[in-house]
């Protein structure tokens, strides 16, 4: 296909109209599921140009277009990353051990399953994400590396095995996280509830942080993770107003706002976190938006990192955004009343998670002491 060369802002504002693509006979229309792709990851890749397909048969032949990253042309699949977005191979005997112990409890992480650029740190470091529920989502994010499909029957054993691989690392924190699952009725939050008090009497001394999907806005699901009492919940927003639809076509910003105020509600000793990907076109004048609708959510904890491409099927990357400019989001954030903001490149939802626990702890217990 040749024309337009699209930027991921621009998918945002309106649909490419049909001239632009360079052939007659072109219907651009919204689509919210995924492009059926020849010879893709799996049967319903993500189409990178996120959320427009045609209804010509020429669909079938579709190539990677150019995309646009920090106003200048570059490969679909840039090869070259900025310095600070290099990381070490992962290995050592902690990340040997933790991956042995996953692969033979049949545990799923995130870490794997997102091509976390984090997971030889953490993992060597004796930490991990759980991702619970399977490893196939029901909705088809065009930014997510986790595969899109019919999910398994949940596996209701799952808590009792991550419970068990948490006592066994002698973990003092976890993260759990799940895919969607909107084939089931709440969204899954029961699994959520009872992973946490299986954790809760194998390994009590372990603070938990659980990393929900959405429950569709159902609040008697998030009403069952929060009665669980994790110290941290925890809802990504993924991206800004403005880009929510093309990022996240199965989501509603609203509702992510929804969901993390009633989390915030429901019991106000839990800490509310959220977090978004920078790199996708937003503006400071979006991300500024955010952050003001985050807080008035009762957001306490916010992260933001780097958007990376998984692979040319998934959203294109507008700009690297530099760690310098990384900083001064953290101290806008923390200066406009965030408890804690972690922000830099490299930086995904579950980084230096236990040390934002221990860090608010801290402060909570300074400030019932002063």
């Known amino acids: 296909m040749r024309g337009k060369i699209p930027e991921a802002r621009g998918l945002s504002n309106s649909a490419i109209p049909p001239s632009g693509w360079g052939a007659s006979g072109w219907s651009v229309v919204r689509q919210p599921v995924s492009w059926r792709v020849p010879g893709g990851r799996h049967a319903d890749a993500s189409a990178w140009c996120a959320g427009y397909r045609s209804h010509s048969e020429k669909a079938a032949a579709l190539k990677p277009l150019e995309v646009i990253q920090g106003g200048s042309t570059a490969d679909a699949w840039p090869s070259r990353k900025p310095r600070w977005l290099k990381v070490r191979a992962p290995g050592g005997p902690n990340y040997q051990r933790l991956k042995e112990l996953m692969r033979g409890l049949e545990l799923s992480s995130v870490c794997e399953e997102a091509q976390c650029p984090n997971i030889g740190e953490c993992w060597e470091a004796g930490t991990a994400t759980f991702l619970i529920m399977g490893d196939v989502c029901t909705r088809n994010c065009p930014y997510c590396a986790i595969a899109h499909g019919r999910p398994e029957e949940l596996d209701e054993d799952e808590p009792r095995r991550v419970a068990e691989a948490i006592e066994r690392l002698q973990l003092n924190h976890c993260v759990i996280t799940s895919v969607d699952r909107d ?180 402060r909570v217990a300074a400030l019932a002491a002063g």
């Open 183 to 362: 084939d089931l009725p709440d969204g899954g939050a029961w699994i959520f509830a009872e992973m946490i008090r299986e954790i809760r009497l194998r390994r009590p001394e372990c603070s938990i942080e659980v990393l929900t999907p959405d429950f569709q806005g159902n609040p008697e699901a998030i009403r069952t993770v929060i009665d669980a009492r994790p110290e941290i919940f925890n809802h990504n927003m993924e991206t800004v107003r403005r880009l929510h639809r093309v990022a996240r076509p199965g989501g509603r910003y609203e509702r992510s706002l929804d969901v993390l105020n009633t989390g915030r509600q429901l019991d106000d000793q839990v800490l509310v976190k959220t977090g978004i990907m920078l790199g996708l076109g937003e503006t400071p004048a979006d991300i500024d938006e955010f952050m003001g609708d985050a807080l008035e959510a009762g957001v306490q904890i916010l992260t933001l990192g780097q958007y990376l491409r998984p692979s040319p099927d998934h959203l294109p990357i507008d700009r690297y955004v530099s760690p310098e400019e990384f900083m001064h989001w953290k101290e806008i954030g923390e200066s406009r009343g965030f408890l804690h903001v972690e922000s830099g490149p490299l930086v995904r939802s579950s980084y230096h998670a236990r040390e934002q626990v221990v860090e608010l702890r801290r």
